[in-house]
């Protein structure tokens, strides 16, 4: 890259998004790039006066690399953008080498060992020994493997608790961080967009313990036993949502998950574009892909058809969408809107392109005319062809959620006499901790704070009390020598059989 110094105005946004440190203020107070540079153009991504410019020469000794859509040029003994591959005489190599599994076990750590992965029993219908001065309700102990473990179980109530809610669609929804009601009831907000899907989160300690906390409880119990919910995202969309099952947005039904984004299908069906037209533009809100520009289309040998998109440009044939309520969950509404042009030497009449959704729920064809005008056309077979490919390759849309939950409160005193080593022991893998027998993920750092998918979780197992808060079925387990060192209500342990034996008398009565 090269610095044009009359335009430079020395504001150094360049400096701070270099990713090599490639950039530094000369004493003119003007931009200098060193020999480090490999072409990445973040700079020119920045600079608000476009006085950074492509040197026309290739780097001496320059290699230019294939492993993503940047394509930098390395000199020899440098790395590129990403700081993976560095020049080594002439030949890019991985300045990180493979990897075993016996080399990174040490910092993976060890999972649970076989016979403490799932509880003897599980919290469902244990009831409670609140306020928590009491021992759990079952603490149980059996002999699996030749090894004796215990699990001690209760049903707690969280207020540190909240639900994720993935919504699996390309149709709007509303803006990132926007609150999402219930009524006029703020009861969580939308959340960062995963990759096909929309994220709510739900409840939190905040609200649980606001003015409509009992409200934020009662959604939060709702979603994770599987019950329809109707939300609201201000300034958005109304939402009909139950877990399992396609979501309801504006009262249009979710129906295909989108495979990938506008640029990852051209990697994934760009055999089936090179046939299908002369162009194909996929439309996405995050990512618009234009086959023949794309590093795809090129490797495939399509040639560039000479059609300018009206979208701002990340990398070619990669182009950064908007969103809104058209297609492929963008604001337009006409597929033709998206060309702002071609070039006439390139661009002749005849030639044909593809418009279509992430999705493939829609797709349109146009001709180019001799008028300079496109005119709509029938999908021919091959881009019928390479429509429904996109389409049988999406899965359904559907709900799916998380309960999140803080199990390091005072429900801990119920498991041990000492609470700070039982955070230990399940950090360490020394202990597991289960809802209702499903496997949880618990986060780092400190704290026992546990995420589990709640279709893995009895419907029925969560409930809220008015406090509020909401009611989840734990389970400990651990090897029996584990629980006494930790300060285990080592006189309140039963054996399993007799635990079951007793339950069983109770439900005959």
Known sequence: MIVDWESCVGCGL???????????????KKASISDLCVDCNACTKVCPKEAIGIEPTLKEGGVKCQSCPINCTIKVGNTGACQRFVNWNGELVRNVPLQRYEDVKEIVGEDHEEAIRKPLITGIGAGTTYPDTKPAPYIVQSRLKGIDVVTVVTEAPLSYSGIKVKVDTDLHMGNEGAPVLIGKKKVGHLCTEEYGSKILSLGGVNLLTGKDGITVAKLIVDIAN??????????????TLQVGKPPIINGEMGRRMRVGCGSASMGLFGRYFLDAADEVIVLDAHLIGQFTEHAAGRELGAKYS?????ARKSTPGRYFGEHGRGWGGT?????LDIIDGFEPKIAKPGMTVLITE?????????RLGKNGKFTPMELTPEAKRAVDMIASNCQPSRVSAVFVGGSGGSARAGVTKIPIKLNQAIHQNRAKLTVGGAPTYILPGG????LVDVEKVMVRAFTYVPTPATVVPLEYTMRLKEYLEIGGHKEKIRKLRDVLK????????
């Open 331 to 335: 604001p337009i509404e006409d597929p």
């Open 502 to 509: 007793e339950i069983r008398l109770k439900s005959y009565g």
């Open 447 to 450: 704290g026992i704070t546990f």
């Open 358 to 366: 992430t999705t493939a729920e829609r797709a349109a064809m146009f």
């Open 306 to 310: 000479g059609l300018k998109l009206k």
């Open 14 to 28: 360049c400096i701070e998004v270099c990713p090599l440190g490639a950039i530094s203020m000369a004493p003119e």
């Open 226 to 239: 599987r019950k329809e919910v109707h939300l609201k995202v201000e300034d958005g969309s109304e939402l």
